[in-house]
């Protein structure tokens, strides 16, 4: 069984940083290692939406037009962790994020192909 731990969520002004990370425990070694992970939000009222997906192997990054060129994705396979690097922060980016573990070598920005999901961490950006 894969647990994944999102942190680093917060309450930010406009214009900050966060640094979301995601760690993976539980009987990981060929899953969340070997398989692209992916960053999803929700915000209140909102469906979930796609952020940014990165491959196993770290050479295949993927963002969703509202976050590129602000945020970053990013994995440390050995630590087992995933980060998201926030920058530039808006209101619009208030929502709750969600990290997931692809069933397949490469993410993807279809939450149908993650099979496994952490709890999600709150971000708020106050304008």
């Known amino acids: 069984h894969v647990q994944l731990q999102a942190s680093g969520g917060g309450l930010v002004q406009t214009g900050g940083s966060l640094r979301l990370s995601c760690a993976a425990s539980?009987?990981?070694?060929?899953?969340?290692?070997?398989?692209?992970m992916g960053w999803f939000r929700q915000a209140p009222g909102k469906e979930r939406e796609f952020v940014a997906t990165?491959?196993?192997?770290?050479?295949?990054?993927h963002y969703a037009d509202s976050v590129k060129g602000r945020f970053t994705i990013s994995r440390d396979r050995a630590k087992r962790t995933v980060y998201l690097q926030m920058n530039s922060l808006n209101p619009e980016d208030t929502a709750v994020y969600y990290c997931?573990?692809?069933?397949?070598?490469?993410?993807?920005?279809?939450?149908?192909?993650?099979?496994?999901w952490g709890q999600g961490t709150q971000v708020t950006v106050s304008s």
């Open positions: 997931a573990a692809s069933r397949y070598a490469y993410g993807s920005s279809e939450a149908g192909r993650y099979a496994y």
């Open positions: 539980g009987r990981t070694v060929s899953t969340t290692s070997n398989n692209g």
């Open positions: 990165i491959s196993w192997n770290s050479d295949s990054t």
